[in-house]
């Protein structure tokens, strides 16, 4: 498999090639099993959360590691939306992404019991990768409809020009 060198903090990967769309090829971020990865990413990442941050907000499922480390680093709590409807979910905000980057749709859920997490505090998104922002844009509007506020969108990755403002400490290619 042909494979792209991406590289973060000073750890490098080798990672595979994949063609999401015909024409449009990326390398695949895996943060999954990977610490050293994750940790070199969650330090880079750690001096740009605002410092008025009071809880984090990512999603399902690449994200989780970084997200953690970079929580526990902060000393600050997290939620995750999850990717899929869980049957003990009562009354979840259900959020559409207008995504085509992996090539799927997606949509966000998040259980009540989390989005009470959210009510009325300063959060700071956190992503691996920003592409067209979409996923972004979908976590703001779970974060506005469960009574939070954004105050800053981290990734560790950014590929081509996403559609709104996102710090990012690395650039991905797309070939
Ligand atoms: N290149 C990429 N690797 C992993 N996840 C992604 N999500 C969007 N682009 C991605």
Known sequence: METYPIAI???????????????????LVEFLGDPELVRAAA??????????????FTTET?????????AEA???????ARRRRRPYMEDPIIQEVETLTLGVGEVLWL??????????????LVSDVVASGETMKAMERVVLRAGGHVVGRVAAFRQGN????????AELPVL
């Open 9 to 27: 903090g000073g750890v490098t990967r080798h990672v595979p090639l994949i063609e999401p769309l015909p024409g449009r090829r990326i390398p």
């Open 43 to 56: 330090e880079a990442l750690k001096p740009l959360v605002p410092s008025d941050t009071e809880i984090l």
């Open 62 to 70: 690449s994200p989780i590691p970084l997200t953690h480390v970079l």
């Open 74 to 80: 902060l000393g600050l709590p997290y939620v995750v």
């Open 111 to 124: 259980d009540r019991r989390f989005a009470e997490k959210l009510l009325n505090q300063k959060v700071t």
């Open 162 to 169: 996403p559609s709104l403002e996102v710090v990012t400490v």
